[in-house]
């Protein structure tokens, strides 16, 4: 079965610090992967995907992941830190099956301070 | 840019009564889904719908649930019976499916009060 984890339900940094929110992965076959962002009150916005292509992925808002099979993991960073970009981050994997469902981590709260 | 609409944004219901949360997908999509976020709690999988008929659906997804694509464009959740365990967010999602076009773009959400 494919899942994932992310470790640390809340990430608090300094603006223009470095942000780093960790995901590993568990996954027989090899994964499709996912991070999303949560604003307050809103919906899912997807912020990049690893497709089995470059293992250094580029998102949105400056945000890249990288995967890396030999550590199961697909950690999301940014360079420096915006107070814009305080909300909760969400790592997914999709299932590799017709349905195709995204199976979620926990999730990260990310809080910038001044 | 096409994106996923939900209605309403916000239903407050009382305990046993039905309701219908609505979705219109982005148009070109094939795979529908949805998914639901109880309150400080991750986001959960509810079913997924391809070719007019459920793919998948999760343990959460009983008989008190049902699906429907009425027409080419709208895709809805129906909670026969609510219970207050039903009170949470509901995500609507999309995704082309093929091509390697596996993103799932997500609604705003339906948040469901079960009173």
């Known amino acids: 079965a494919q899942s994932v984890t992310q470790l640390g339900s809340h990430v608090s940094v300094s603006e223009g610090a470095l942000v780093l929110l960790r995901c590993n992965y568990s996954?027989?076959?090899?994964?499709?992967l996912f991070w999303y962002v949560q604003y307050p009150n809103q919906g899912l916005q997807l912020l990049l995907k690893y497709t089995s292509a470059a293992t250094l992925v580029k998102g949105i808002n400056g945000f890249e992941a990288e995967f890396k099979k030999s550590e199961t993991s697909f950690h999301l960073t940014k360079p420096s830190a915006h107070m814009s970009d305080a909300a909760e981050y969400f790592c997914?994997?999709?299932?590799?099956?017709?349905?195709?469902?995204?199976?979620f981590g926990q999730g990260t709260e990310l809080s910038v301070k001044p | 840019e096409p994106e996923v609409t939900q209605t309403p944004s916000h239903q407050v219901t009382q305990m046993g009564q039905e309701v219908i949360l609505r979705c219109v997908p982005i148009?070109?999509?094939?795979?529908f889904y949805w998914y639901r976020q109880i309150l400080g709690q991750k986001v959960e999988f509810l079913v997924s719908?391809?070719?007019?008929?459920?793919?998948?659906k999760s343990e959460i997804f009983d008989d008190q649930f049902s699906v429907e694509r009425p027409d080419g464009s709208n895709f809805t959740l129906k909670i026969r019976s609510t219970k207050l365990e039903d009170s949470a967010m509901y995500f609507c999602a999309s995704s082309h499916g093929q091509g390697g076009n596996y993103e799932q773009y997500f609604g705003p959400g339906t948040r469901l009060t079960v009173t």
């Open positions: 996954s027989s076959v090899p994964p499709y």
């Open positions: 997914a994997v999709r299932v590799y099956n017709q349905g195709g469902k995204l199976i």
């Open positions: 719908f391809y070719n007019n008929e459920i793919s998948e």
């Open positions: 148009s070109n999509h094939l795979y």
